[in-house]
């Protein structure tokens, strides 16, 4: 092989380290930027790198694996019987119908579409619905085939620009939901275009809580992409922000919420950065909007509310690998009910990171059933879970390995 060719890291018989270099170097970090991710000196990296070292254990293997957004262990560690995807969920049955949805462009057609407060009631319904569910990218996956199909067609057939405008922003709230649902499932440049779509439309509607939405997803979409792409996830929100910055003095509740999610998004990719003071910095930003809203109050599209930043303030701890400060983040976040049933599951997966970083792994086991509980098809499909319960069925102890094998198997992660 030339010299002057990165090695393969799929192809045997590469070392370990040699894999986690190829692989970090991919992702153009360097190794002090990896080993703070990864809780470890740059030395010791250095060493693994080299194979001075032997492989590290697993439960230090999945976090070389979260940190490299690495999607399949034997990518990583040259095994094939370590064929396990971490950070992709399996594709949902419905996944190609809503592909198939999003991906027409129909010109011409003689359906009549709905009217405009029809389909915006229907998609009310449908945020009521998602919420609710415990199986929520099955209920949304029944239903946005025809949201999507409808409001193209009202677009299509808009009579004059305010109504042009309102079908934008409704077809905007469809990329949205879509987004959802497309989330952690095997098709990444699907869920790029219905985000930037979604950004597209919501722009042409010239809605600023459709804006505010729209940018709240594309931020995440790169922010989940890796750390080469934080700058611009804080970019796209430093610029949400500051459009709405002007309109919150008269602001309706659902634009002041959308703003304060953003807000919080920057402190989640500070965190992610391992900027703790900036992280809680934004923190109390979206803290003190959360506070100007009703109590009762739940944004439909973020969940963001006084309830929701308890849950928000875990898993700042979690990002900064506090693992005490997230256990106790957790216990005041018990406090407060989260009505949503996904974003409760998805506390609940947060909280079980904070305690295995705390050294506890039976809570962080009992954590994720009671996500499993809220809602199955959010820990299904979040790779955090998956990577906890892969180190727990290895455990020592008994009674753990029973609990969390019988949890890795309802949720498809083993056979049963």
Not at 141 to 162: E, F, K, M, N
Not at 240 to 246: D, F, G, I, T
Not at 327 to 351: F, G, L, M, T
Request: proline share 6%; glycine share 6%.
């Amino acid at each position: 092989m030339s010299e002057a060719v990165t090695p393969d890291p799929y192809a045997d018989p590469l070392r370990f380290g040699q894999r986690t270099q190829i692989l970090r170097e991919r992702r153009g970090m360097t190794q002090a930027q990896l080993a703070g991710l990864i809780g470890i000196s740059p030395h010791t990296l250095r060493k693994i790198e080299n194979g001075q070292q032997k492989a590290p254990a697993l439960d230090m293997v999945l976090r070389i694996a979260e940190a490299l957004r690495v999607r399949n262990l034997a990518d990583l560690t040259g095994r094939p019987d370590a064929q396990v995807d971490l950070f992709v969920g399996p594709g949902h049955p419905r996944l190609a119908a809503v592909k198939a949805a999003v991906d027409s462009f129909p010109l011409t057609s003689n359906v009549e579409p709905p009217p405009l407060a029809h389909l915006e009631a229907r998609l009310h319904a449908a945020w009521r619905e998602r919420h609710a569910s415990k199986n929520h990218r099955e209920a949304i996956g029944r239903l946005l085939p025809g949201l999507i199909h409808d409001a193209q067609a009202l677009l299509r057939h808009a009579d004059s620009a305010a109504d042009r405008r309102r079908a934008q922003a409704l077809l905007a709230e469809c990329y949205s939901l879509s987004q959802f649902f497309i989330a952690y499932q095997p098709d990444s440049s699907l869920l790029w275009r219905v985000a930037e779509r979604g950004m597209v439309a919501a722009q042409e509607s010239e809605d600023p809580h459709a804006i505010g939405v729209a940018s709240w997803l594309l931020a995440q979409a790169h922010r989940d992409s890796g750390p080469r792409h934080f700058d611009a996830a804080d970019a796209v929100n430093r610029e949400a922000v500051a459009y709405l910055e002007p309109l919150l003095p008269d602001a309706s509740d659902d634009v002041l919420a959308i703003a304060g999610a953003l807000k919080f998004e920057l402190g989640y990719t500070a965190a992610r950065r391992r900027e703790t003071g900036t992280a809680w910095w934004h923190w109390d930003q979206a803290n003190e909007m959360a506070a100007r809203l009703p109590v009762e109050y739940y944004h439909p599209v973020t969940s963001f509310s006084r309830a929701v930043m308890g849950a928000h303030a875990v898993t700042v701890a979690v990002e900064l690998h506090q693992g005490g400060e997230s256990v106790r983040q957790a216990a005041r976040a018990d406090r407060n009910v989260i009505k949503s049933r996904p974003r409760r599951a998805r506390h609940r997966i947060e909280e079980a990171r904070g305690y295995q970083l705390d050294k506890q792994p039976d809570t962080a086991v009992a954590s994720l059933e009671k996500a499993f509980e809220a809602a199955p098809e959010t820990i299904r499909y979040n790779g955090y879970a998956r990577a906890i319960l892969l180190e727990e069925i290895e455990s020592t102890q008994a009674s753990r390995r029973r609990r969390a094998s019988d949890l890795a198997a309802r949720i498809g992660l083993l056979a049963a």
